[in-house]
């Protein structure tokens, strides 16, 4: 292997094809081909990545004002973020969720998936105010729903995640109603299941809408009250809102169960998707309950005596010096983090105009209400294209095959991501959509210019299809 001013390339394609023949997640193996396999006009939206802060301002107001690296910043540190970071972490949680937030509740770890099993593990520990999690207890997400839950609830912990499926047709179409999670918690009891979790993504992922404060306020108050569920939700979004929103976004910290419930109700954040920093794994847990806070402190209580989980995927000294510099930087004698959030959703915006025109214009549909949210992503439609082909062939990707896909769904993303298209899309199968034919595309993976020249190609594409 060599390294590039692009960072790691491997040898050769042989090698590389190698790797990705042995990668799991199917959005971690487009990642890994676009990197180091793809042809240099190949336009990955697959990812949930945010390109867009880095070179507005980023570079210049932060990475490029830092020298590597303090001696300080060489040597251990707290694994789940030494108390200055976590205070101003606290601190940007608490202006983005409209309510104060107490250090002492947050904690961090490397990435967003560690927060979730972290807070599993917790919840698997006496102490919690109900019952202890035990292995094969289910959590209940809706679907479609980001596919790394099930790395951090069953991997480890055991858990079992349960998909409710959201209705993909009618009025109420792919809309989160509380008797659909009712419905679903009783029919796991009848089956003699225990539903002991509910994972809420808010903005959704992939649909990118934000829950209705009403439609939180109804469902907290019935798990809360009539479950003996604990509720986490991922807030990992909750910067990427789109200007005049009209269903602005709600954290649960500040929902009316909030006050009574707050030790079953956990919020996860990181800076892997506002910020655009999804390289660095970092990942915040906000909890009030003692279990969650000893799983990531360590306990000294003689009967479980644990050393903090975090120790395993830390808050490094690397990243509490880089993000610290971020958290402590400024633009034009304002907060670095407050412009740059600011900043965010003007960019943000202007993309998401840019690629729904060049969307509406090529006749590509996807699910979206006016005013709604979108965070990053459109949830494209394209089962009116499914089980159509075209009459020249398409190459496939070398082995990026994921098992249990449906077969259109399939042929429809080699057909769009091979050449002359080379668009990559995520298929909705990953995110246990329940329907074939919805495929993600992330409009902050690239430039705005790139994502809608990539409609304009998939545009051609389809209209080939017959
Ligand atoms: C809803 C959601 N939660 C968590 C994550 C993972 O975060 P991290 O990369 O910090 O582990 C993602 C990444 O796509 C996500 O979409």
Known sequence: MTMTENGLRLDSPEAAADVLAGLSDFEQALAFYHQHLAPDTAINLSVAENVLLYQQSMDADVFKKIRLIPERNIQYMAAAGVPQLRQQVADLLGRAFGRIVSKDDVFGCAGVSSALECIAFGLMRKGTGTPALKPKDEVLIPAPYWQGFNWSFEERPKLKCVPVNLPTEGKGRYRLTRELLIEAYEARQKAGRRPRLLVLTNPHNPLGVNYDKELLEDVYNWAMTYTDMHIVSDEIYCHSQLNGTTTPFTSAVTLEAYREFAERIHVVWGFAKDF?????????????????????????????????????????????????????????????????????????????????????????????????????????????????????????????????????????????????????????????????????????????????????RMAAALGKLT
């Open 276 to 456: 655009g920093l999804s390289g660095f794994r970092t990942g915040f847990v906000l909890s009030r309950n003692p279990a969650v806070h000893r799983v990531m402190l360590g306990s000294k209580d003689p009967a479980e005596r644990t050393h903090p989980l975090p120790w395993f995927t830390p808050f490094d000294s690397l990243k509490t010096y880089v993000l610290g510099e971020l958290l402590s930087a400024h633009h034009d004698g304002e907060r670095y983090t407050t412009y740059a959030m600011k900043k965010y959703a003007g960019l943000l915006s202007d993309s998401f105009r840019a690629v729904k025109g060049a969307l509406d214009q090529a006749g590509i549909k996807y699910v979206h209400r006016d005013g709604d949210n979108s965070a990053m992503f459109f949830w494209l439609d394209l089962t009116e294209y499914l089980g159509k082909r075209a009459d020249h062939g398409h190459a496939e990707l070398p082995v990026i095959g994921p098992d249990g896909l449906d077969p259109n769904e399939e042929w429809l993303f080699n057909y769009l991501a091979a050449k002359p298209t080379e668009v990559t899309l995520l298929p909705g199968g990953v995110m246990h959509n329940p329907v074939p034919g919805f495929y993600r595309l992330c409009f902050t993976a690239r430039p705005s210019r790139d994502v809608v020249d990539a409609v304009g």
